[in-house]
């Protein structure tokens, strides 16, 4: 088997297995993840902005096997992407430095992955 490929996920992909929207792409990458085509990575923010989400989204990450998941440490080169991302347009996110917390400017419809993209990449 090829070498999985490594993509972040943000908290939105975990919520929006439940939003009729994102419901297939969302479950989609999870899957991908649980199948081995996809090394899923969240954050140290992500798990912290899981904690208190209703218990099927926490579900979601809970269900995942540990060898799907790579949990990404809070640093500067983190900090960088996360920035660069945000300054590139990919999200209309407000980031709060200070606090490592950020608020959706569309109700948390924006994603911090293209899932077109990456379906692409993950059916060839």
Avoid: W
């Avoid at 140290?44 to 990450?61: D, G, S």
């Avoid at 945000?86 to 996110?93: A, C």
């Avoid at 430095?97 to 569309?106: E, F, K, L, N, V």
């Amino acid at each position: 088997m090829a070498k999985a490929i490594r993509v972040y996920l943000d908290t939105s992909v975990f919520g929006g297995c439940f939003d009729e929207k994102f419901s297939l792409d969302s479950l989609r990458v999870l899957e991908l993840g649980r199948s081995g085509r996809l090394t899923l990575l969240v954050s140290e923010i992500v798990l912290a902005e899981l904690t208190p989400a209703p218990e099927p989204v926490r579900n979601q990450l809970d269900q995942l096997p540990g060898s799907a998941l790579e949990i990404v440490a809070i640093n500067d080169e983190v900090a960088a992407l996360r920035d660069a991302y945000l300054v590139g347009g990919h999200s209309d996110r407000a980031v709060d430095r200070r606090r490592g917390t950020r608020r959706d400017g569309d109700g948390g419809a924006s994603r911090c992955l293209d899932i077109l993209e990456l379906q692409a990449h993950c059916t060839a």
